[in-house]
């Protein structure tokens, strides 16, 4: 009716007697909408890392994941294959929608293309999942070849997150190249990468200099210059510094994903996270920049999986290792389940798994189910269970250093840093 609608507000009020909200917006957005003003200010004088990281793009999209993403190499090779055959039988087009669109002539490129092995890349695909991509930029949908370049063309590290979210926050660090939903189920990722190899582009240069192997930092020269003056430190080209009389692009890169897994610093901030890149604090003290780039880098060793530690996660009920229905025992003192255990079946289950680490999001994604949930109807391979069990132990590390960063900042001073 209508005065249960919006008129029938506006009929029983006027400017006399409606209690107004006044605030002050902020630059440089200016935005019409009340946010908390003192945590605004000091939010916009951060740095964005769409500033920092001057080249930066959307993850690679593909429009038929089914076709082009498979757990299984020779799968996928299998599937390709039979792909690019001329006469594939109509059954398999219609089965993964081969067929022209008005955005994407998949049928016209697949006639153009032959199948080539150096296709088939590790990317990916969801937090801590990763998986078999045939990827072609003559042929996938959205190939983001602005940054996935970078990231094939040698050793390199990005970071994934979001411009906006309607979920948690969520980052994660990546020597892969990355789909556009890897670290949020509803929102785009963007892929930040921290080298850039040499294409001949004179557009994508960075503006520092190359190191010796030819790659350069995709970081502001600006940001760097003040990140550098603030520290009383040289920047050096490539890798880590000493974190004495040097620092390098890594110790950066270390640095922002230490904040961005500060859990005061996403608490306090949550409304902008929501709306805008992620910003960056410089540091207000030179031993907090060290220790939290020591942690940063532990983090991302165990995000890319290129450390592991000792885990505890246990598996080992022999059976027929078939991802049936996934569900979360939690640990229960009355029963021979002291740990938390994760069943995947009747029978069989990892065991040592706590609440905790069980619940933990990145993004949208409760990581430890959504990777089992992915595999349902699968048998798990020696390598999927020992993945699964690295994941845990990561995701449990990964919390006992958020909080080692949470103590890290209120030991010096805490928040705002400058």
Same mark, same amino acid.
């Given at each position: ?74 799968? #996928?090779?299998?599937?390709?294959? *039979?792909?690019?055959?001329?006469? %594939?039988? !109509? @059954?398999? /087009? ?64 990005? #970071?994934?997150?979001?411009?906006? *979210?309607?979920?948690?926050?969520? %980052?994660? !660090? @990546?020597? /892969? ?242």
């Amino acid at each position: 009716t209508l005065f249960r609608s919006k008129y029938g507000w506006l009929n029983g009020h006027n400017a006399t007697n409606t209690e107004w909200t006044v605030f002050q917006p902020y630059a440089p957005d200016f935005r019409f909408v009340p946010r908390n003003a003192k945590y605004e200010k000091e939010w916009n004088e951060y740095w964005s890392i769409h500033d920092i990281f001057p080249l930066n793009n959307n993850g690679l999209k593909t429009d038929r994941d089914e076709l082009f993403f498979d757990f299984d190499r020779k799968e #996928l090779e299998k599937r390709m294959t *039979t792909f690019f055959t001329p006469d %594939v039988s !109509a @059954s398999f /087009l219609q089965q993964f929608r081969v067929e022209d669109s008005s955005s994407y002539d998949i049928e016209t490129r697949r006639r153009q293309r032959k199948f080539s092995k150096t296709a088939i890349q590790r990317c990916l695909y969801r937090p801590f999942d990763f998986r078999w991509l045939y990827y072609d930029i003559g042929l996938t949908s959205r190939p983001a070849e602005k940054v996935t370049r970078h990231l094939l063309a040698g050793q390199n590290v990005s #970071l994934i997150t979001t411009r906006q *979210t309607k979920e948690e926050f969520g %980052v994660l !660090a @990546s020597s /892969l190249i990355a789909g556009h939903k890897s670290c949020a189920a509803y929102d785009i990722n963007t892929v930040f990468p921290l080298y850039l190899y040499p294409n001949g582009k004179a557009e994508e240069q960075a503006e520092l200099v190359p190191h010796e192997n030819g790659r350069r930092p995709n970081l502001s020269e600006k940001f760097v210059k003040e990140f550098t003056e603030l520290l009383d430190l040289k920047f050096v080209a490539d890798g880590r510094g000493d974190l004495k009389k040097t620092f390098g692009p890594e110790d950066i890169f270390n640095y922002i994903y230490a904040i961005f897994h500060s859990q005061s610093y996403r608490e306090r901030y949550t409304e902008f996270l929501k709306t805008d890149f992620p910003r960056v604090p410089l540091p207000n003290y030179f031993e907090l920049f060290r220790e939290l780039c020591k942690a940063g880098a532990k983090l991302v060793a165990l995000h890319t999986m290129r450390e592991s530690i000792d885990d505890e996660v246990e598996f080992d009920v022999r059976g027929s290792d078939l991802v049936e229905q996934v569900v979360y025992a939690a640990p229960n003192k009355e029963t021979k389940n002291r740990n938390g255990r994760v069943y995947i079946n009747a029978e069989q289950y990892f065991e040592g798994i706590s609440p905790a680490v069980w619940q933990m999001r990145i993004g949208g994604y409760q990581v430890c189910e959504k990777w089992l949930k992915d595999r349902k109807g699968r048998t798990l391979t020696h390598d999927d269970i020992e993945h699964y069990q690295r994941t845990v132990s990561a995701l449990a590390e990964t919390r006992s250093l958020m909080a080692q960063i949470d103590a890290l900042i209120a030991d010096h001073g805490g928040w705002p840093l400058q």
